[in-house]
Nanobody, 122 residues
Framework: QVRLVESGGGLVQAGGSLRLSCAASGRTFSSYAMGWFRQAPGKEREFVAAMKWSGTSKYYADSVKGRFTISRDNAKNTVYLQMNSLKPEDTAVYYC???????????????WGQGTQVTVSS
């Protein structure tokens, strides 16, 4: 049974930073792609960032490029999302996900965490 647990969300002022963590358990973490998605109230879940199991390729949504960085520590079975220069429009519930292959579509990922709230005030 795969389990993903996000942490690190909270309330921050515009321009501030947060680092989200996602701890994985249940199967070999290092063999799978990991992604971050977010969902704002009344909107569909959208892709934020993803990386292959090897860590050699990283992908970002245009809206977060240059501000967010995804990374992983296979020894700790943890993936991170460093978020800098946060904007009010970044406010959403952030989810991490695990899948066989990296992708921007939610259907690429079989397992999801419960989400962590990020609120950016103006």
């Amino acid at each position: 049974q795969v389990r993903l647990v996000e942490s690190g969300g909270g309330l921050v002022q515009a321009g501030g930073s947060l680092r989200l963590s996602c701890a994985a358990s249940g199967r070999t973490f290092s063999s799978y792609a990991m992604g971050w998605f977010r969902q704002a109230p009344g909107k569909e879940r959208e892709f934020v960032a993803a990386m292959k199991w090897s860590g050699t390729s990283k992908y970002y949504a245009d809206s977060v490029k240059g501000r967010f960085t995804i990374s992983r520590d296979n020894a700790k079975n943890t993936v991170y999302l460093q978020m800098n220069s946060l904007k009010p429009e970044d406010t959403a519930v952030y989810y991490c996900a695990q899948g066989v292959s990296v992708g921007e579509n939610v259907r690429s990922y079989a397992y999801w965490g419960q989400g962590t709230q990020v609120t950016v005030s103006s």
